[in-house]
C-alpha cells in the first residue's frame, strides 16, 4: 500500500513538472509570438506613415507629419526596435517632421506637441553632434566632422523654433557650461574640420564681432586665416585673443609659432620666453610644439625632435600628434645620408601606419602614406 502511494506520489510529482514545463514553453512562445507581432506592427506603421509623407496631397496635412513623428518616437523608445532601423538616422527624421509639423501646423493645433518634441530631439542631436566632433578631433576624422555639422546645424534650427520649451533645451545645456554660442562655435569647427571654410569662417565672424571671451574662438580663427595663406591676420587675431584673455598658454604658443611661420623670431622668442613663466607651461604640448617650431626654423633639428617628440609620448594614440610629429620627421629627412632610407622616414611611416589603424576612415592619412612611398619605393619591402 505504501508502495502504491509512494509510485502515485512520483507520478503525480513528474505531471507536475511536466506541466510546468508546457507552461514556460507556452509562455516563451507566447512572449516571441508578442514580440513578432510588436515588430510587424511597427515596421507596418513607419512603412505607412513614410509613404503618406511622400505623397504629394497627404504631406501637406500637419496630421501626416504628427503620425509620423510620433512612430519615429516609439522606434526610439524601444531599444528592440531601434536595433531594427540601426541604418536609419532616426533624430534626424524625427527633428524633420517635426519641423514639417510646426511649418503646416498654422493654427498652432499641435504646439503643445511640436515644442516640447523639438526640445527633446534639439537635446539629442545636440549630443550626438558633440560626440561626432570629439571623434574628429581624436582621429583627425572628416566624415565624423561632416557628421558633426550636420548633427548641430539640425540641433540648432531645432531650438529657434522650441518657443515655450526653450527653457528646457537652455536648463539642460547650463548643466554642462553650455549655450547656444557654444553650439555655434562648435558647428564652426565641425565645418572648418570638413572643408566647409566659408561657413567656418561666418561662424567665427560673428562670435568675434559679439567678442565671445573664449579662448579657443580666437585658435580656430586664427588656424582658419592660417589655412588660407592669411598668417598677418592669423596673427593679429591671436594678437586680439591675447589682449581680451592675457596669460592664456594655447593662445601664446599659438601666437609664437605664427611668427616661427611669419620669419619674425625675435618676437617668437619673446613669446616663448613669456610663455616659459608659467609653471604649467612645462606640461602643455602646444608649449613643447612651439619650442621645435623655434629650433627647426634656427636649424637645430636634434633639439627641435626632442620638443616635437614630447607630445607624442605623452600619447602615441592621438592622431593629430601622431600627423604632426610625422610631418617634422618628413621634414628632417633631407639631414640624413644620401642613398640611404633616412631612419626618420621610416619611422615617419611607422607611425603613419599606426595612426592610420587607429583612424581607418582618415583619407588625409592614406594619402600622407601614399606620399611617402612614391618618394621612397623601399617602404613597401618593411
Not at 53 to 60: T, V
Not at 164 to 192: I, M, Q, T, Y
Not at 216 to 227: F, G, Q
Request: hydrophobic residues 40%; charged residues 25%; proline residues 4%.
Amino acid at each position: 500500500m505504501q508502495s502504491r502511494n509512494s509510485l502515485a506520489g512520483l507520478a503525480t510529482h513528474l505531471i507536475l513538472i511536466l506541466i510546468g514545463f508546457v507552461t514556460v514553453s507556452v509562455k516563451a512562445q507566447s512572449k516571441e509570438e508578442l514580440e513578432n507581432k510588436k515588430n510587424s506592427e511597427s515596421d507596418s506603421l513607419f512603412a505607412s506613415s513614410l509613404r503618406d509623407c511622400l505623397n504629394p496631397l497627404e504631406s501637406r496635412k500637419p496630421e501626416t507629419w504628427l503620425r509620423r513623428t510620433r512612430v519615429l518616437s516609439s522606434i526610439m523608445d524601444d531599444p528592440n526596435l531601434m536595433a531594427r532601423h540601426s541604418q536609419a538616422d532616426l533624430p534626424s527624421e524625427t527633428a524633420n517632421a517635426l519641423l514639417m509639423l510646426k511649418a503646416l501646423d498654422a493654427n498652432q493645433t499641435y504646439r503643445h506637441f511640436t515644442e516640447p518634441g523639438l526640445a527633446g530631439i534639439c537635446v539629442d542631436l545636440g549630443n550626438s553632434g558633440i560626440q561626432a566632433l570629439e571623434n574628429a578631433r581624436l582621429y583627425d576624422s572628416e566624415a565624423d566632422a561632416e557628421r558633426s555639422s550636420r548633427l548641430l546645424e539640425k540641433s540648432m534650427e531645432c531650438y529657434k523654433l522650441t518657443g515655450d520649451a526653450r527653457n528646457v533645451v537652455d536648463k539642460e545645456w547650463a548643466k554642462h557650461s553650455l549655450d547656444l554660442d557654444w553650439f555655434r562655435f562648435f558647428s564652426g569647427v565641425a565645418f572648418r574640420k570638413s572643408g566647409d571654410k566659408i561657413r567656418a569662417s561666418q561662424i567665427y565672424a560673428s562670435l568675434l564681432e559679439q567678442e565671445w571671451p573664449q579662448h579657443v574662438l580666437y585658435l580656430e580663427a586664427s588656424n582658419l586665416a592660417d589655412s588660407i595663406g592669411l598668417i598677418p591676420e592669423s596673427i593679429e587675431i591671436l594678437e586680439k585673443g591675447i589682449r581680451k584673455l592675457p596669460g592664456n598658454i594655447d593662445l601664446g604658443c599659438a601666437l609664437a609659432q605664427q611668427y616661427v611661420r611669419a620669419d619674425n623670431m625675435q618676437q617668437a622668442v619673446l613669446w616663448l620666453k613669456k610663455i616659459g613663466k608659467n609653471p604649467q607651461a612645462a606640461f602643455h604640448p602646444e608649449y613643447a610644439f612651439a619650442q621645435a617650431a623655434c629650433f627647426e626654423k634656427q636649424g637645430d633639428m636634434r633639439k627641435a625632435d626632442f620638443f616635437c617628440r614630447i607630445p607624442y609620448l605623452a600619447d602615441s594614440n592621438e592622431v593629430s600628434v601622431i600627423r604632426r610629429y610625422a610631418a617634422f620627421l618628413v621634414r628632417s629627412a633631407g639631414a640624413e645620408e644620401a642613398g640611404k632610407l633616412p631612419a626618420t622616414i621610416k619611422t615617419a611611416y611607422r607611425i603613419l601606419q599606426h595612426a592610420h589603424r587607429l583612424a581607418p576612415e582618415n583619407s588625409a592619412i592614406v594619402r600622407e602614406v601614399d606620399l611617402l612611398i612614391r618618394r621612397f619605393p623601399e617602404l613597401e619591402k618593411l
